[in-house]
């Protein structure tokens, strides 16, 4: 999971360096996204590429590969993006706050509704710039990669991900 924070974190420094007007690197902005990342992403996709490697049994032994390969790949990109893009939105914003200690001031109900808020403005944009990514990347990854090393080959695409995702969460 320390490997979560630190590809968080340089997805979300390069991110920073291509924003327009660019003067100086905002280290709490990266820690923040970092620990968001790293409480979040990294223990949500350990187990859910446990469920999804687990969809192999769904299927007989003589189910063509590339089926069970397009299964995966389908239920993550429909119910796991969805799910859990809007988890991390809502989860960002609490880690925002606690991190600037606004968390109590502000108050959950209010960071929460906003978090939903969040998900009903930048989910769907959110979700077509996401597809155009992971399908690619997760097929390869359910179909060539070994289970035990899925989330650090995720890992390492998400560099390139929260690139977009550190931006489209600050929007």
Same mark, same amino acid.
């Given at each position: 999971?320390?490997?979560?924070? +630190?590809? #968080? ?8 360096? +291509? !924003?327009?007007?660019? $003067?100086?690197? /905002? ?7 970092? $620990? ?12 859910? @590429? ?8 769904? @299927? ?13 790949? $389908? ?7 969805? #799910? ?6 809502? %989860? %960002? ?14 108050? +959950?109900?209010? +960071?929460?509704? !906003?978090? !939903? ?11 077509? #710039? /996401?597809?155009? $990514? ?17 989330? @650090?080959?995720? /890992?390492?695409? #998400? ?13």
């Amino acid at each position: 999971m320390v490997t979560c924070f +630190i590809i #968080a974190a340089i997805g979300d420094i390069l991110s920073q360096r +291509i !924003a327009p007007g660019f $003067l100086a690197l /905002n280290l709490k902005q990266t820690v923040t996204f970092g $620990l968001a990342q790293f409480l979040f992403f990294g223990p949500v996709m350990h187990y859910w @590429f446990g469920w999804i490697a687990k969809m192999d049994g769904w @299927f007989t032994p003589n189910t063509e590969k590339w089926m069970v390969v397009g299964a995966k790949t $389908l239920v993550d990109q429909t119910v796991g993006t969805v #799910a859990i893009l809007s988890g991390f939105f809502v %989860f %960002f914003g609490l880690v925002t706050n606690a991190m600037d200690g606004t968390l109590l001031s502000v108050g +959950i109900p209010a +960071i929460l509704s !906003a978090g !939903a808020e969040k998900v009903k403005v930048d989910l769907w944009p959110t979700l077509l #710039a /996401n597809w155009k $990514l992971w399908p690619v990347a997760n097929a390869f990854n359910f179909a060539v990669v070994p289970l035990q090393y899925q989330v @650090f080959f995720s /890992n390492f695409v #998400a560099v390139v991900w929260n690139i977009y995702l550190s931006g489209a969460v600050r929007a």
